[in-house]
């Protein structure tokens, strides 16, 4: 689609945000523009200043620009190798050393969406706990910056699509199969929450043993990574462990800080 003015997207894109109230400066441009464009195609509109003109009008339009600037793509037990390692090797280590020091384990999901990562670290830690014959205290937050998703995460109920990379007796046992959905029934002692939060400026939890990380800052410009990783650093537990996305890398002055645990599965260790 071929937009008519151009120049006037510094202009545009300063209004938008104001209407939006959503600093968009940390994501890339070029990723910005176009999310612009999906809504502009999808309504016809051939210029960014009569789409600015339409959004003043329509007060539907900032939550739809809002859904497709953050996309919510996710399902349990995504990329499933990771997941077979955070069973077999760091939650078994993480919930030993939190046994040895008497405490709580906690986790972060940072960029949950509707709450199936967060869930699956909830499931593979209660099966972790029954292999090591301990029940550990736990913390698990799910944040995400888009409401909506987390209304869908807190209800727990999930479509039987989500479900795909989940082994199946995990699903018979922690799931109640109904019509068209699955409802999660829930750990021992669950301690899990959901909450709404920009990882970019909401106050973020520390003390952590782990954090996930994935998928969810790939449209940040190297600056904003740069620091969000170091903040990771920060907040992690000496021998916690952060998970990055499969195409995600540490960048910036945290990748001297953290010792690669598993490059393929890119997880980083705070040792
Ligand atoms: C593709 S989903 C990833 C979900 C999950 N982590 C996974 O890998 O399956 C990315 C999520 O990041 C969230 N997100 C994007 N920017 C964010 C920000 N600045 N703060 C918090 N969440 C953000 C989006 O709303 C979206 O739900």
């Given at each position: 689609?071929?937009?008519?003015?151009?120049?006037?997207?510094?202009?545009?894109?300063?209004?938008?945000?104001?209407?939006?109230?959503?600093?968009?400066?940390?994501?890339?441009?070029?990723?910005?523009?176009?999310?612009?464009?999906?809504?502009?195609?999808?309504?016809?509109?051939?210029?960014?200043?009569?789409?600015?003109?339409?959004?003043?009008?329509?007060?539907?339009?900032?939550?739809?620009?809002?859904?497709?600037?953050?996309?919510?793509?996710?399902?349990?037990?995504?990329?499933?190798?990771?997941?077979?390692?955070?069973?077999?090797?760091?939650?078994?280590?993480?919930?030993?050393?939190?046994?040895?020091?008497?405490?709580?384990?906690?986790?972060?999901?940072?960029?949950?969406?509707?709450?199936?990562?967060?869930?699956?670290?909830?499931?593979?830690?209660?099966?972790?706990?029954?292999?090591?014959?301990?029940?550990?205290?736990?913390?698990?937050?799910?944040?995400?910056?888009?409401?909506?998703?987390?209304?869908?995460?807190?209800?727990?109920?999930?479509?039987?699509?989500?479900?795909?990379?989940?082994?199946?007796?995990?699903?018979?046992?922690?799931?109640?199969?109904?019509?068209?959905?699955?409802?999660?029934?829930?750990?021992?002692?669950?301690?899990?929450?959901?909450?709404?939060?920009?990882?970019?400026?909401?106050?973020?939890?520390?003390?952590?043993?782990?954090?996930?990380?994935?998928?969810?800052?790939?449209?940040?410009?190297?600056?904003?990574?740069?620091?969000?990783?170091?903040?990771?650093?920060?907040?992690?537990?000496?021998?916690?462990?952060?998970?990055?996305?499969?195409?995600?890398?540490?960048?910036?002055?945290?990748?001297?800080?953290?010792?690669s645990?598993n490059l393929h599965e890119k997880?980083?260790?705070?040792?």
């Amino acid at each position: 689609m071929e937009i008519v003015d151009l120049d006037k997207w510094d202009y545009v894109s300063n209004r938008v945000k104001h209407i939006l109230k959503f600093e968009f400066d940390n994501y890339s441009e070029k990723f910005i523009k176009r999310r612009f464009e999906v809504r502009l195609r999808i309504l016809g509109i051939k210029s960014y200043m009569e789409y600015l003109d339409y959004i003043n009008n329509n007060p539907d339009e900032a939550s739809k620009l809002l859904k497709e600037m953050t996309i919510h793509v996710t399902n349990f037990y995504r990329d499933s190798t990771v997941f077979d390692l955070l069973r077999k090797e760091l939650l078994p280590r993480l919930i030993n050393q939190a046994y040895l020091e008497a405490r709580p384990i906690k986790i972060w999901s940072a960029g949950c969406s509707t709450g199936e990562e967060t869930i699956t670290v909830a499931i593979l830690l209660d099966q972790a706990c029954r292999n090591y014959g301990r029940w550990i205290r736990h913390t698990i937050l799910g944040t995400d910056r888009d409401k909506q998703s987390v209304i869908s995460a807190i209800s727990k109920r999930f479509f039987p699509e989500q479900f795909k990379e989940m082994p199946k007796e995990l699903i018979d046992k922690y799931f109640d199969q109904h019509d068209d959905y699955y409802e999660f029934k829930g750990i021992r002692n669950e301690n899990i929450r959901f909450e709404v939060g920009d990882i970019l400026s909401a106050k973020t939890p520390n003390n952590l043993d782990l954090i996930l990380c994935r998928n969810t800052v790939i449209y940040f410009d190297n600056s904003a990574k740069s620091k969000l990783y170091e903040k990771f650093f920060e907040i992690l537990k000496h021998n916690g462990f952060l998970i990055l996305g499969k195409t995600e890398s540490l960048i910036g002055p945290a990748r001297d800080k953290f010792e690669s645990y598993n490059l393929h599965e890119k997880v980083f260790h705070k040792n």
